[in-house]
C-alpha cells in the first residue's frame, strides 16, 4: 500500500472511531428532570407491596450550602405507593411528581418487619437486578413498626434523615458491636451461601411519628420523635424468625470476627465494677476433624484498655491486672456461648456461618453433615471457645483519686 493511501485509510478509521466516543450521553437524564432517592421502604400490601420513597428536595439543601436559610421547608418529601410490583413504583411516581425517581444515591431500605416476616426475596429482585442502585447501601428491618413511619421521621443533627441512619449505622457498629452493618449485596450473599443464615439490624421509632414527621420535630432541643438501632433480626432462608438482644447481637459479632470496639463492665474483688474496653479484636474460626467428625474452634484475641474504674483493687499490682484480664476472657466466651446456644435454641439457625466454614474447609464433611443431620446439625455440632485479652493501657492514673479526697 503507498502512503498515500495509507494516509486516507488512517483518516477514515479516525473519521469512524471518533463518533463511537461520542455515544455515552444516548441515555442522559438532566438533573433537573430526576427525584434523587436517598431512601426506599418495602411494607406488606393486601395485594402486592407498599413502597415509600423519600426524596430530597434540591431547594433546601443547595440554600443550606450557598449559606442561605435553608429552613423554610422540610428537606425531604416522603412518598408512598401501593403497587403490585416494586418496579410499578418508578412508574407510579412520575403520574404524581414533575420528576422520574432516581435510585442511583440511595442510602437505605427500610424493611417492614411483616414482610420480612412473610419472606423478601421476590421483593428485592428488582434492586438487584436494575443498574441504577449501587446495591452498597445498608439494609435494615423496622422493628415494631413499618418501614413508612421510619422514613417519615424528621431527624436532629443530619438534614437528610436517610443520611442520618446510613451514617448513624455506620458509626455504631464499629463502636458498640450490638448493631451489625449489611448491605443488600451481602444480605443476598448470605442468603445464596450454603450454611449460613442472614441477619439485618432492626431500626426502632419512640414517639409518635405525627409529630416525627413536622419540622418542629428537629427544632426542639429534645425532639418527639426518634429513631434508633436495636437488636439484630435473624432470617431463615428470605423469611424473617425472630430477634436477637444486646447482649446476643455482642457474642455474635465476637463469633463472627465483627467486633471493632466493644466496652463492658468486669467486676473487680471488692464487687465493684471496672470498665474495661476492647480497642482491636480478631476471632480465628478453624474446623477440625476430630473422629471422623467436624469440630468448630473460635479463639477470640481482643487488646484492651481499662477506662473506668470504680473498684478500690490497686491497677499497680501486675496480680490485679492478670485477674481482670482472666474475667474478661470469661465475659468474652460467655457471651459467645450464650449466644450460640441461645440461636440454636429458638432458631436452629446458622447465623454464625458454621455450616459455611465447614463446607469451605472440608465440602465432603458438609455433604456427610448434612446427609445424616439435616437441617438439624447445629444441635450436635460441637463449637470449642477461647479468649486470650491483653490490657494494654489502664489510663493516665494507676488508682481512683476518689479515696484520696479530703473531708
Known amino acids: 500500500m503507498s502512503p498515500k493511501n495509507r494516509k486516507i ?34 411494607d406488606k ?32 418529601i416522603v412518598s408512598t405507593l401501593t403497587v403490585p410490583t416494586i418496579y410499578e413504583a418508578q412508574r407510579k411516581y412520575s403520574l404524581d411528581s414533575a420528576r422520574a425517581s432516581y435510585f442511583g444515591h440511595i442510602r437505605i431500605l427500610v424493611i417492614g418487619e411483616e414482610l420480612a416476616r412473610a419472606g423478601i426475596g421476590e421483593a428485592l429482585d428488582m434492586l438487584k437486578r436494575s443498574r441504577e442502585p449501587r446495591n452498597d447501601f445498608y439494609a435494615m428491618v423496622a422493628k415494631d413498626t413499618t418501614a413508612e413511619d421510619v422514613l417519615k421521621v424528621l431527624t436532629p443533627l443530619e438534614k437528610l434523615p436517610a443520611s442520618k441512619l446510613y451514617n448513624s449505622l455506620d458509626k455504631s457498629y464499629k463502636a458498640s458491636a450490638k448493631t451489625v452493618a449489611v448491605s443488600l449485596n451481602q444480605f443476598i450473599e448470605d442468603l445464596l451461601y450454603e450454611g449460613k443464615n442472614p441477619v439485618l439490624t432492626g431500626v426502632k421509632m419512640s414517639g409518635s411519628v405525627s409529630e416525627g414527621e413536622k419540622k418542629s420535630n428537629v427544632e426542639d432541643s429534645s425532639p418527639t420523635a426518634r429513631l434508633r438501632y436495636s437488636n439484630i433480626a435473624v432470617f431463615r432462608k428470605d423469611k424473617m424468625i425472630g430477634w436477637l438482644s444486646d447482649n446476643e447481637t455482642i457474642g455474635y459479632n465476637y463469633v463472627t470476627n465483627n467486633v471493632v470496639k466493644s466496652s463492658g463492665p468486669v467486676i473487680g474483688d471488692d464487687g465493684r465494677p471496672i470498665v474495661i474496653e476492647a480497642l482491636h479484636t480478631d476471632t480465628e474460626r478453624k474446623v477440625k476433624m476430630i473422629d471422623g467428625k467436624p ?44 449466644s450460640v446456644e441461645h440461636i440454636i435454641e429458638r432458631y436452629n439457625a446458622d447465623t454464625m456461618g458454621f455450616g459455611q466454614l465447614i463446607y469451605r474447609a472440608n465440602p465432603q464433611a458438609w455433604a456427610r453433615l448434612q446427609q445424616e443431620k439435616g437441617d438439624n446439625y447445629l444441635k450436635s455440632l460441637p463449637v470449642h471457645y477461647k479468649a486470650s485479652v491483653s490490657i494494654n493501657r489502664i489510663g493516665i492514673t494507676d488508682k481512683s483519686f476518689i479515696e484520696d479526697i479530703k473531708e
Open 9 to 42: 485509510v488512517y483518516r477514515l478509521l479516525l473519521f469512524l472511531l471518533v463518533p463511537m466516543l461520542l455515544s455515552g450521553c444516548w441515555e442522559r437524564q438532566e438533573l433537573n428532570e430526576m427525584a434523587f432517592v436517598l431512601g426506599m421502604g418495602l
Open 295 to 338: 469440630h468448630i474452634y473460635i479463639h477470640v484475641k481482643a487488646l484492651c484498655n481499662v477506662e473506668e474504674v470504680m473498684s478500690k483493687d490497686n491497677l499497680e499490682a501486675e496480680r490485679v491486672i492478670t485477674e481482670l484480664e482472666r474475667k474478661s476472657e470469661e465475659r468474652i466466651i460467655l457471651r459467645m456461648k450464650t
Open 45 to 76: 400490601a393486601e395485594s402486592g407491596y407498599k413502597v415509600t420513597l423519600q426524596v430530597v428536595i434540591p431547594s433546601a439543601i443547595a440554600s443550606q450550602t450557598a449559606g442561605g436559610s435553608g429552613g423554610a421547608g422540610v428537606p425531604v
